[in-house]
Structure formats: C-alpha cells, structure tokens
C-alpha cells in the first residue's frame, strides 16, 4: 500500500464511519426558522400594520400571531388580559396583542410562561389607548393583608421577550405627600429583553417598577412624583420624556442594585427631564445603586443637590451617579453632592449606547 492509497483509503474510511453515524441517527434534525430566530426582539414585532411589508420579502418576516383587543365587542377580546388568556402557555411564536382605542379598566397580567408577547396600539394613539387600574400599597388583599407597593401594578410583565408600542400603562391613584402607602405602579416589568416604544407610563409615587431584566425604553413618556422609575433592571432610556408632578419635594430614579458584581443600573440618554415639581435626579436605593444621565435636557425644577443617599452617608462611597454632558436650566452642577460625579467621556462610555444593554445579544433594530 502506497501512501497516496493510504490517505485515500483513510479518507473513504473516515466518510463511511462519518455517514454511518449518520444513518444508525437517521435523518439530519430539519431545525424550524423559529428555533433559530426566537432569541431577539425586532422592529417586526413591534409592528402590526402593512407599512414594514412595502418592499420587504414577506417570506422573511417571521410568523406570527395577532390577536385583536377592541373594547366594542370587534376583535377577538374585550379585555387585554382575555388575549393575554389566549396565548397557549410556553408559545415559541410572537403574538401581537393588537389594542383598539380605548379605556381598558383592568389590571392586567402576562405570566412568566408566556413569553414573545408584544402590546401593540395604534401609531400616533398611545394617549388613547389606555390601560388603567388603581391600586395602591395600602390596598387589603381578600385576606386582609396590604398588597404592598409590589402588587398594585395596574400591568405586570413576568415573561421575556416582551414588547410594547404606543400604549399608555397607568394607575390613577394620586400619591398625596405626607401620607403614607400610597405607592401606586403602572407598569411592573421584571421579564428579560424588553423593547418599549412610544409607550407612556403614568403615575404618581413609584410609577414603574422596572424589577429585572435587560430593557430598553424608547421615545418613552414616564410621569410620576417620588422613585417613579424604580427597580433593579439594566435598562437604557433613550430619547424619552420624564414628567416630574412632584409636589414639594421627589425623586425620578430610585436604583436598586445592592452589590458590587450586580449587572444593573439606569441609563438615560438624551431624555428630557420637564415637569411641575421640583425633583431629584436618584436616590440611592440600592448600596451600589447606578445611574447616569447623558445628553440629556433638564428644565428648572431639578433639585440643585442632584441626589440623596436615602439617609446613608456609607452609600455615598459605593453608588455610581453622574451626568455627563447635560443642559438646560437645571444642569448646572454647582450646588450638586460631592460625591456624584461629573462623568469623563470614558466613565460615561459605558452608559451611552444599546451595549449598556448588551443589545446584540437579543436586540434588532431597524
Ligand atoms: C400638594 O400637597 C399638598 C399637601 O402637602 C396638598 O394640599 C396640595 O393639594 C398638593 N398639590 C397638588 C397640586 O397636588
Ligand atoms: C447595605 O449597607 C449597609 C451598611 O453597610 C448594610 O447594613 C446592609 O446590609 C447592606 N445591604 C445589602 C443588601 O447588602
Ligand atoms: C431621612 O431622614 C430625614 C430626617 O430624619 C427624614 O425626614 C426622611 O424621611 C429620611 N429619608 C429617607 C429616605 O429615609
């Protein structure tokens, strides 16, 4: 046996045992488009009406579902949570809850085994598509006990992969300082990869719990008076409006992150930051609370200190705050803590872009 036979017989050989394997397995698994394509949040699924399809290949959009939500009876439900009841547990396929203008009165819920579910209202309607509730902390459960802050969401979120455009989440309970348990949340969010557009999120003490998870909040409008955006996500507010009604005194963000080695934090990028009452940028919450704020334009109604420690002067050395490059009347940094931080670009890099939320991982935008 030569040698050019013997690597050719090896190579004969080695394909005959490569495809014997394959036949003692059977054929190749013909793996399904959405077994690949399952693990992102994009554009498409944010989208229900005709204008993606112009010039696009139909047979490339994903398969999907779309439920109707119309409160007059048109579409396959009345209630939002009757088309979150639709969707079968564990699905693999997007549904699009497609809702109607309207007042939906409901407090609503989309179980941790629902995920790829998306709320999707009518373009330039969000204000008219509401859904509302009014619960507050204080609130008795059926045996007696306070629901607590937690448990009033008016929407609560469980599951992944969620997404929503242009609908408003509110609870319109009105927090009166100086009493007590009136924390009331819209919009709970603790799934991870989130993508909310246009949405608006209404309230006063603790509007939105934003728990865990990877989020991203564009062209959002969040109202609310005290800790209105709270939690302990990694989420990236871009370009969008945060309305101060603060009566007094408040605070916008309240972060949570408790260690050093927590994955978390609030990024605010090109946000505006408008409203009646005067307020400040964070409280620390968390030990090792974060926040940032970047490009972003505050009115007059910033507290000049910019932050508190929430009574914890050992905080002040663990917490991350800073601004970077921010203007407007309340920008100016001259009465803020010492221990916030006017950001270097290098220090503020890491808050400016969609890597914040590692967004190449789950994220796919236009
Ligand atoms: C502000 O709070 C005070 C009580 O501290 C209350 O009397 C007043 O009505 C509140 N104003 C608004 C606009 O809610
Ligand atoms: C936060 O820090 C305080 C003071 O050092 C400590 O007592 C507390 O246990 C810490 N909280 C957490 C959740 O680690
Ligand atoms: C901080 O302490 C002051 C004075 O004791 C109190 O009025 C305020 O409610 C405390 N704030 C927090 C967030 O605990």
Redesign the pocket.
């Known amino acids: 046996m030569n040698l050019s036979c013997f690597s050719t017989c090896g190579i004969v050989v080695l394909l005959v045992l490569l495809f014997w394997g394959d036949v003692l397995k059977g054929p190749p698994k013909v793996y399904a488009v959405e077994e690949f394509e399952k693990h992102y949040i994009e554009w498409d699924d944010l989208t229900v009406a005709d204008e993606s399809d112009q010039g696009l290949d139909l047979d490339r959009r994903k398969p999907s579902k779309v439920i109707v939500v119309d409160k007059d009876g048109g579409g396959d439900s009345v209630t939002v949570q009757g088309a979150v009841d639709l969707v079968p547990e564990h699905n693999q396929l997007r549904h699009k809850i497609y809702i109607l203008p309207g007042i939906y009165r409901e407090k609503v819920r989309v179980p941790k085994s629902k995920p790829y579910i998306s709320f999707i209202g009518e373009e330039g309607r969000a204000s008219e598509t509401v859904i509302t509730w009014h619960d507050k902390a204080s609130d008795k459960d059926t045996e007696g006990n306070e629901i607590g802050t937690f448990g009033t969401a008016s929407v609560t979120v469980e599951s992944d992969y969620f997404g929503a455009r242009e609908v408003t989440f509110e609870n319109s309970v009105v927090a009166i300082p100086g009493t007590n348990n009136m924390q009331a949340v819209a919009l709970r969010l603790k799934g991870d990869k989130a993508w909310l557009y246009r949405v608006r999120i209404l309230g006063t003490q603790d509007t939105l719990l934003d728990e865990s998870g990877l989020h991203f909040y564009e062209g959002c409008f969040i109202q609310g008076s005290v800790d209105f955006i709270f939690g302990n996500a990694k989420s990236l507010y871009r370009d969008c409006i945060l309305h101060s009604v603060a009566n007094g005194s408040g605070a916008i963000a309240a972060n949570h992150r408790d260690t050093p080695n927590q994955d978390s934090g609030f990024s605010f990028v090109h946000c505006q930051i408008k409203g009646t009452g005067r307020i400040l940028l964070g409280?620390a919450w968390g030990n090792y609370s974060k926040v940032a704020y970047s490009f972003c334009d505050f009115d007059d109604i910033i507290a000049p200190e910019g932050w508190?420690d929430?009574?914890s002067t050992a905080k002040e050395r663990t917490v991350e705050f800073g601004e970077f490059r921010c203007r407007g009347k309340g920008a100016g940094r001259r009465n803020r803590v010492a221990w916030s931080k006017s950001f270097r670009f290098d220090e503020a890099l890491p808050f400016l872009t969609t890597q914040f939320i590692h967004a190449y991982q789950w994220l796919l935008r236009r």
Do not use: V, Y
Request: charged share 25%.
């Open positions: 409280r508190s929430w009574n």
